[in-house]
């Protein structure tokens, strides 16, 4: 027998061995929710549940796999448990129980590259121009987020039409529809299809719900914060007769609503189940007092929200975290550089390094940087800067802008207008005699009149920006060549192939682009020779990365990750939390991203506040810092101000010999205006 009081503290052996009923844990970060959850399984197999009338719920195989282990070490007799993601026990369910409701035992699941096979086909079959359609990647999500949010496909399409053009409407709906039908045709279904029908077969076939809800005696669900309206559904029906449902999650953590997770689902839990016990975990076993101090700070008085307080495990002296003013991104990178690099030389591994941002493309700086000074790091939320498609076109237009040799730009450039593809596109190329000079018009003229009837509308688009491409040149204004290429033709080239978040997040890339060409000495040339040289160092880096490396990663792909050091770059208002955050006045889920962020630290956390932002058209304007840095008292920080380059009134010190090696000199000023601007956002 388990002596659940000695292996678990107070507050987890409370949720682990609580009486039967429904039950809300609110496990804050750090505080142990799996070790409670293995716990509870552990205490419902001894006192006499049989293990397969347990439902174990959790959100990544991963997670479902790492519980069953840690609750064989507990207690044996556990095989049995039903635990898996939301999608696996939906598919065993309907393999098992789905004829009721058409669904055959031999069902295909289709996995992503069927799914775009499949919408492929879809578009092929019912669209006259493919190439100027909506791509399969952007319908796909349309379907997704109809099947996750239990919304009509109407109605996902309408609400993305008041967003952006979308095109033919009609059109969209007949090839999503297709789409619906083929699946169908062939037996087969998609990840979303799997929860859709596994709850509509707990809503409409009477017997198999009253047999499920009869057998699984205890329903328990992990990381609740994250279910969407589906979700809490299905288990709500499950739990039903027995109202033996635990859930387990974090209300400070939920940031994922901007892909279908419910926040209401675990604030309103305890009135949706009468008699609900709420329990919360708050004893802290990852971070250090001071980083909680903060954490606490971030999240105090929010309203809506289950209070909590995250108090410390670990005892002893430890650092404040520490507070970097800078003056600009390029600062702000030579500052993370110099930090990563004084550490590692202090006895810190790059692997216990994380690098933790609110947008992938706040980090082209830092990568450039890290590459330059051979720094080994790995990303995690998504390819290198420049080995991205968007990148990748840019690069290709402004290389043709300045070496008419350039074949593989041509042909990269020339096949992103409908109608062109490798063929036509050598074609062109041989006629121009294997060079193509943007910047001459008889050339240009050359190139539109051999063109292709669907390539022509868009061709007049870029070639207006080929048109200015001398002038800039002439006037070393190498970054204006990047805002009209944009504005003329690869804006609208996006929003075509992309829904509108994710092509804004590509434009913001490319002003990050544009600001980095328009501050680097010898102009374009070395610009994309430093980019050429870089690229085939990270080629390089990537084949053989060391096991000892920093990481690079967005706060959302952080979560449910730690690391003993954390750094947090570009912690200013329009940053961190997003323009359109401030714009919505719905800070809401950014202040939970940044509580986020500040609990993956273990040891030592550090925060950069630069204090102005280049434009993509060469401008710069000052930044706030974040709103969430001005609420964090100046006690809870070492607040310190860096210099690359002095101002009048300040000093530069040298990099001394600190452990994290800061230099510069406390600063406490804060606040003044704040200025609400972003890429290409007008």
């Not at 499950?238 to 419910?262: E, P, S």
Request: aromatic residues 8%.
């Amino acid at each position: 027998m388990i002596d659940f009081a000695r292996v678990l503290n107070q507050e987890q052996c409370a949720a682990a061995t609580a009486a039967d009923g429904p039950m809300l844990v609110l496990a804050a970060a750090g505080t142990g929710k799996t070790r409670t959850l293995v716990h509870r399984v552990a205490y419902l197999v001894e006192k006499g549940v049989p293990s397969e009338r347990i439902l174990l719920l959790t959100f990544t195989n991963r997670a479902a796999r790492e519980m069953l282990e840690r609750a064989r070490l507990v207690v044996p007799g556990v095989d049995g448990i039903w635990s898996g993601t939301f999608h696996s026990i939906c598919n065993k369910f309907l393999r098992r129980w789905g004829l009721p409701i058409g669904v055959k035992p031999g069902f295909t699941i289709l996995d992503e590259d069927d799914q775009k096979k499949l919408m492929g086909q879809c578009i092929k079959e019912n669209v006259k121009d493919v190439k100027d359609f909506q791509k399969k990647e952007f319908l796909l999500k349309l379907v997704s987020d109809a099947a996750n949010g239990g919304e009509s496909l109407e109605r996902v399409v309408g609400r993305y039409q008041t967003k952006t053009a979308l095109g033919d409407v009609s059109l969209i709906l007949q090839v999503c529809r297709a789409y619906a039908q083929r699946k169908a045709d062939l037996g087969a279904m998609d990840f979303d299809d799997l929860l859709v029908n596994g709850l509509r077969l707990l809503r409409e076939s009477d017997r198999t719900r009253e047999f499920l809800q009869e057998h699984f005696m205890h329903v328990l669900v992990d990381e609740y914060q994250d279910t969407n309206g589906l979700q809490a559904e299905f288990t709500d029906l499950l739990a039903a007769k027995h109202r033996n449902i635990m859930v387990v999650g974090d209300d400070f953590q939920c940031i994922y609503t901007w892909r279908g997770a419910k926040f209401e689902n675990i604030r309103e839990f305890p009135r949706r189940w009468p008699g609900c016990k709420v329990l919360k975990l708050e004893r802290n076993y990852r971070s250090v007092a001071p980083i909680l101090d903060v954490a606490n700070t971030v999240m105090k008085d929010v309203p809506h929200e289950f209070e909590k307080t995250l108090r410390p495990f670990r005892t002893g002296g430890a650092p404040k975290p520490r507070l970097y003013n800078v003056w600009d991104g390029r600062a702000q990178a030579e500052a993370v550089v110099k930090l990563v690099t004084a550490l590692r030389e202090n006895g810190v591994p790059y692997d216990d390094i994380a690098i933790l941002y609110r947008s992938h493309y706040t980090s082209i700086e830092i990568q450039m940087a890290l590459t330059r000074n051979r720094v080994p790091f790995q990303i995690t939320s998504g390819v290198g800067v420049f080995e991205q498609m968007h990148v990748k076109d840019l690069l290709a237009f402004l290389r043709l802008c300045i070496n008419p040799r350039a074949e593989m730009s041509f042909m990269r450039l020339m096949e992103l207008l409908p109608g062109v593809g490798e063929g036509t596109a050598r074609k062109y190329w041989k006629a121009l005699g294997g060079s193509f000079d943007g910047t001459n018009p008889m050339e240009r003229m050359q190139l539109g009149e051999m063109m292709c009837a669907k390539g022509k509308p868009g061709w007049s688009q870029m070639e207006s920006a080929f048109a200015a491409a001398p002038g800039h040149l002439a006037a070393r204004d190498d970054r204006r060549l990047v805002i009209d290429f944009v504005e003329s033709f690869y804006s609208a080239h996006l929003h075509r192939q992309f829904e509108p978040d994710e092509a804004g997040q590509r434009l913001d890339d490319l002003g990050e682009i544009a600001a980095q060409i328009a501050s680097t000495q010898g102009g374009l040339g070395a610009f994309l020779d430093e980019v050429a040289l870089m690229t085939n160092l990270d080629a390089r880096a990537r084949a053989s990365l060391p096991a000892d490396h920093a990481h690079l990663t967005t706060v959302h792909q952080a979560k449910g990750m730690e690391w003993p050091v954390v750094i947090l770059p570009w912690l200013v208002d329009t940053v961190f939390p997003s323009a359109r955050s401030i714009e919505d006045g719905n800070l809401a889920e950014e202040r939970r991203l940044f509580y986020v962020a500040v609990t993956r630290a273990k040891d030592r956390l550090y925060i950069c506040v630069p204090r102005s932002k280049k434009t993509a058209d060469g401008g710069q304007y000052p930044v706030e810092p974040s709103v969430f840095v001005r609420e964090i008292p100046k006690e809870l920080v070492e607040e310190q101000t860096l210099y690359s380059a002095p101002e009048p009134s300040y000093s530069r010190r040298r990099w001394d010999d600190e452990e994290d090696g800061a230099w510069g000199r406390a600063s406490s000023r804060r606040g003044g205006s704040t200025a609400y601007k972003t890429h290409w956002r007008r």
